[in-house]
């Protein structure tokens, strides 16, 4: 149903400080969508190396922008001005807004909102999540403002995919969830949609029960990793196959993600095949390792 435009106008300018905890895949791109949206941008990373691949990661999005024709090379340097690396939590104190996007791991992420609820000073500072599975509600639990903590899932890759999954626990409150759709409607110009706070939302629902189902098939020997994907490209017209996806994602990431949900539904649907589970231990996570079902050596 959307925010009313009174609303949207309303809170438009209310967030100018942006706060991103990790800069990983998802990390990196929502620093980028923000910074091209002309906000200022602080992102932490554990590490100063791990700070730096980060910004790198960055860079290398934003000149695949300008490469692309998507993004013209002065508003590449305008994005880049806009944001700040850090491995200090602490310099996220003066934000509006902060999203969390760490590794998908419930206790990290709940160490961290109540490190961000100690650390941000302005009280109705919005704390989000970019959580794929873990319940916004334990994130909440986890800081004295849990009317103020909310689920702001994102796609990968950010600067191309429109959608934003808006998820409020049962104590956010409707102001932040109004603040949180206004931002990313208006200000990050990307497309709101609506969940209830269980595991997956709505995309990852649907979309792991059938990455899950593809791995299945692959280890059974059902049809070859190559096939699969080809059969979903040019026999649905997917942009890419789902083994293809998987290593889009990353193994590791898209492992946490099931085990999150056969955790909250206990359906065995949800369950990491043994393939999976062999892959990530091998180390072998898709692209960002360079080898998962498919090889980017
Ligand atoms: N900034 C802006 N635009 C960019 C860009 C960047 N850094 N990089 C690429 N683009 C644009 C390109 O210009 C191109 O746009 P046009 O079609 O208008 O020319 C478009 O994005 C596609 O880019 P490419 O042609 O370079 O790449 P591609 O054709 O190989 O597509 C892909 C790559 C975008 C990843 C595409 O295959 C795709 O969309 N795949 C599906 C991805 C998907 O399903 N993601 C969801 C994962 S699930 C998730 O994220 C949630 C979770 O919790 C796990």
Do not use: W
């Amino acid at each position: 149903t959307g925010v009313p435009a009174s609303d949207a106008a309303e809170h438009e300018g209310d967030i100018r400080r942006v706060g991103v905890v990790g800069c990983g895949l998802m990390g990196a791109g929502i620093a980028e969508v923000c910074a091209r949206a002309g906000l200022d941008v602080v992102v932490h990373e554990v590490g100063e190396e791990a700070a730096g691949a980060g910004l790198a990661r960055i860079t290398a999005s934003l000149d695949r922008g300008v490469r692309r024709g998507k993004l013209a090379a002065v508003d590449r340097e305008a994005a880049l001005g806009h944001v700040r690396v850090t491995s200090d939590l602490a310099e996220l104190s003066d934000r509006d807004l902060v999203v969390e996007a760490a590794t998908e791991d419930e206790g990290v992420k709940v160490e961290l909102f109540a490190e961000l609820d100690r650390i941000v000073e302005r009280e109705d500072a919005l704390l989000a999540s970019n959580t794929s599975s873990l319940p916004i509600m334990k994130l909440g639990a986890a800081t004295r403002r849990p009317r103020q903590v909310i689920g702001v899932h994102f796609f990968n890759p950010v600067p191309v995919l429109d959608l934003v999954e808006i998820v409020p626990s049962l104590l956010t409150s409707p102001e932040t969830q109004a603040r949180a759709e206004g931002f990313v409607t208006h200000v990050l110009g990307k497309k709101v949609i609506r969940a209830q706070d269980r595991a997956g939302f709505v995309v990852n629902a649907l979309l792991v029960p059938y990455l899950l189902s593809a791995i299945r098939m692959l280890e059974s020997g059902f049809a070859s990793a190559e096939d699969i994907d080809t059969g979903m490209v040019l026999g649905c017209a997917h942009p890419m196959g789902p083994l293809s996806l998987a290593d889009l994602i990353g193994l590791d990431t898209l492992t946490a993600i099931a085990e999150a949900m056969y955790a909250d539904f206990k359906d065995p649907l949800y369950a990491p095949p043994p393939l999976l589970l062999r892959m990530v231990e091998a180390g072998l996570l898709g692209r960002k390792s360079g080898r998962g079902f498919h090889d980017f050596s």
